[in-house]
């Protein structure tokens, strides 16, 4: 008995191990895969189109500034594969799919955008998420 409660406990381990592994290395791929389709959608005239966007958003340019003071140290994550791991944890691959297919379609706004992934993160994860938009845009 004391044998198999042992064998159980030690396979239970493993399932637990092997779980965790699969479930963090998963979002890795996962995260990594989001990056490539990402930029392989954005050509260097679609980069420009964004940047423009940007410096003539006023919000944008609020968003921005408010980046830049910020300390990153106190964020929860501070590079893009970190933000996309969270991004897919909290909102989930399909869901960012979807987003980024009604994003081109024009079929989403930004308001409901917004008011959907402010719903799902937290006010630190947001911050972390504009202090690497700061970062992304002045590389």
């Not at 399932?15 to 392989?40: C, D, Q, R």
């Not at 501070?78 to 081109?104: H, S």
Request: proline share 1%; no cysteine.
């Amino acid at each position: 008995m004391k044998k198999f409660l042992t064998f159980t406990v030690i396979i239970l381990g493993l399932l637990g191990v092997a779980g965790y592994a699969v479930w963090h290395f998963g979002t890795n791929i996962a995260s990594e895969k989001i990056m490539e389709k990402v930029e392989s959608t954005l050509d260097d005239e679609k980069l420009a189109e964004v940047k423009s966007y940007i410096e003539n958003d006023s919000k944008v340019q609020e968003i921005v500034r408010e980046a830049a003071n910020t300390d990153p140290d106190t964020l929860p994550f501070q590079t893009k594969e970190e933000a996309t791991r969270v991004l897919i944890k909290k909102v989930g691959v399909n869901r960012l799919l979807d987003i980024q297919e009604q994003a081109q379609n024009g079929s989403i706004n930004q308001e409901e955008l917004l008011s959907e992934i402010e719903g799902k993160l937290s006010e630190d994860e947001i911050s972390a998420l504009k202090y690497v938009l700061y970062k992304e845009l002045n590389k």
